[in-house]
């Protein structure tokens, strides 16, 4: 039985909280609120109920009323709702009989929800669940376990080798769900972590933000609140956090940053105008739009460590470039090539100053030059463009905008960590800056880019940073994977050709998988006809919608069990990662 289930059940052995078969919830509201002896009986009675609503404190029992009100206030105890919050998406004032601070909050549907976000392909539709954090503890204490790691691998400039533990200042790739990474992580790096930079999805419906769901956009916010809230966690107390978006969802992550993080932590609203614009951009019938939004943020601003950062005079933007115009221009006076390269190096940088402090708008004046990949690329393709298989990743951000992030919020030897990977450039910058990195990215792009990236880097790259830090290669980094359960199948499903293949996977899910407790094989096998009559897309939703949401990764718990089938040198690994500390 689940907890809703078990505590209905023991609800209705008291005749007061029962009419009509039916539970009442304002009755048990009201017998919570006064403390009521045999209501508290009742709850002590079940030892489920009695581990969840009830804290020992000097082998004292203290009844947690907050959380019983919050379980049994929640439309999906009585009934047929995921959320106790409102199919609206907007700012309310928290003043509820359980706080009494009041407050201006974000609050959409799935607010109370946490969102397993399991999307590795760009063009994967997923229905995704929503388990409620009062209602489902048991589900999602689950789905949050730390997980086994699998495919250990160290790589440096002589390749790649096998490995028999992980070093406490080893740089880290995981490839994997980042909530359950980030939660995996938790153990061994919370506190730890100095800087967080990441660039998620801005959910503009052309990014890989793809989830199948009638709210996409609370979809999405419940998305980045279960990542932010453990990121906060793993931050070091003088730490901080950057987060790239645009204009779709800036000023609603704004207001759940300030939720998570505390509005007392924001630090800045950094712009960063991404370069010129040209073409069928410049033809809109409006202001054009050409920037980007970074929220920084610390963990807590009495004592976040921000290093200052200047332009120096000559990393300048050029004022006046030596174009052919140019050139013409000087010949039509009769000033030679060498004169007129005297005459623009001083104009360009001998009558400026030494260097010029960072603001918060970035590529916005005469001493800041950051134009984007995108841009830089619409003209000629720069050497940091990362190609694979014939794809140009110009949605990629540029070293130089990363750099200036990790030199004024951390110091060599720190850790930097991206849960939103991508081609790896939060990784290859602080890399070549002396920065310990964890990188973690699920979408499925192929061959690992980031992974190929950064062996360029550790083989002496020369593109980006790399000159302006005098980067000469070397350094290693350790990729792992999560160790796939469920998963596994997911991906067989999709890979399958024909109802004749998706059946002899079903055949192993019997056997082998974890399926959803709505799902009885035997009825499925009884209406295996109708089965076939669907197309191989219906096919392998429904084949999917059989799986468990909640066990697609195996958890570390059970690293020993046999049907898993884990390698005595991955248990070996899990085991000093997790323990030896």
Request: proline share 2%; hydrophobic share 35%; glycine share 4%.
């Amino acid at each position: 039985m689940t907890l809703i289930e078990e505590l209905k059940s023991l609800l209705k052995k008291d005749e007061r909280l029962v009419s009509d078969d039916k539970l009442l919830k304002n009755r048990i509201v009201e017998l919570a609120l006064k403390l009521d002896k045999d209501l508290i009986k009742l709850l002590l009675s079940n030892k489920k109920i009695k581990e969840y609503f009830f804290t020992e404190v000097d082998k004292t029992l203290i009844f947690d009323k907050e959380k019983f009100m919050k379980f049994v206030d929640n439309k999906e105890f009585l009934p047929d709702s995921y959320t106790s919050f409102k199919n609206k998406i907007g700012l309310t004032v928290n003043n509820t009989y359980i706080t009494k601070k009041k407050e201006v909050i974000l609050s959409w549907p799935y607010k109370d929800c946490i969102l397993e976000g399991g999307q590795e392909k760009e063009d994967e539709k997923r229905k995704e669940i929503f388990y409620n954090e009062i209602l489902a503890p048991d589900e999602i204490d689950r789905l949050l376990e730390p997980k086994v790691f699998t495919n250990f691998k160290r790589i440096d400039a002589k390749g790649e080798h096998k490995i028999t533990e992980i070093k406490p200042t080893d740089n880290l790739i995981i490839k994997g769900n980042n909530l359950l990474v980030l939660h995996s992580l938790k153990k061994r790096f919370a506190g730890k972590v100095k800087l967080i930079y990441i660039d998620p999805p801005y959910n503009t419906g052309n990014d890989e933000f793809n989830y199948n769901d009638n709210f996409n956009h609370s979809t999405w916010l419940t998305f980045m609140k279960n990542r932010l809230e453990i990121a906060k966690e793993l931050l070091r107390e003088d730490g901080s956090i950057y987060i790239n978006i645009d204009y779709n969802e800036v000023h609603y992550l704004k207001v759940l940053m300030d939720e998570i993080f505390g509005k007392n932590n924001f630090q800045r609203e950094i712009i960063w105008r991404m370069g010129f614009v040209s073409g069928y951009k410049t033809a809109v019938k409006n202001f054009i739009r050409n920037h980007d939004t970074i929220l920084f943020y610390s963990k807590n601003s009495d004592l976040v460590d921000f290093n200052k950062v200047y332009i120096e005079n000559k990393d300048f933007k050029v004022l006046v470039p030596f174009s052919n115009e140019i050139r013409n221009l000087f010949k039509s006076y009769n000033i030679d090539e060498k004169t007129a390269e005297k005459i623009l190096n001083q104009i360009n940088f001998g009558l400026r100053g030494d260097r010029y402090p960072l603001e918060d708008t970035w590529n916005c004046n005469k001493w800041d030059d950051l134009d984007s990949i995108a841009i830089e690329n619409s003209t000629s393709r720069v050497e940091e463009t990362v190609m694979m298989n014939d794809r140009n990743f110009k949605g990629q951000k540029p070293e130089k905008l990363i750099k200036r992030i990790v030199e004024s919020s951390s110091n060599k030897g720190d850790i930097v960590l991206d849960f939103f990977m991508g081609t790896g450039t939060t990784c290859a910058v602080a890399h070549k800056m002396g920065r310990q990195y964890i990188g973690i990215e699920q979408m499925d792009y192929g061959e690992n880019i980031a992974v190929a990236r950064l062996k360029n880097v550790i083989n002496g790259d020369q593109s980006g940073i790399s000159k302006s830090v005098n980067w000469q290669g070397g350094g290693d980094f350790v990729y792992c994977e999560l160790k796939e359960l469920n998963e596994e199948f997911i991906q067989k499903i999709m890979k399958a050709n024909d109802s004749k293949e998706l059946l002899k996977i079903w055949e192993d899910m019997k056997q082998h998988a974890f399926l959803s407790y709505r799902v009885d094989p035997k009825l499925f096998d009884e209406n295996i006809e109708e089965f076939k009559k669907l197309s191989a897309e219906e096919q392998k939703k429904l084949l999917i919608e059989c799986l468990d949401a909640n066990n697609l990764y195996v958890n570390y718990s059970e690293i020993k069990d046999s049907q898993y089938k884990i390698s005595n040198e991955d248990i070996e690994i899990n085991n000093k990662f997790y323990r030896g500390l």
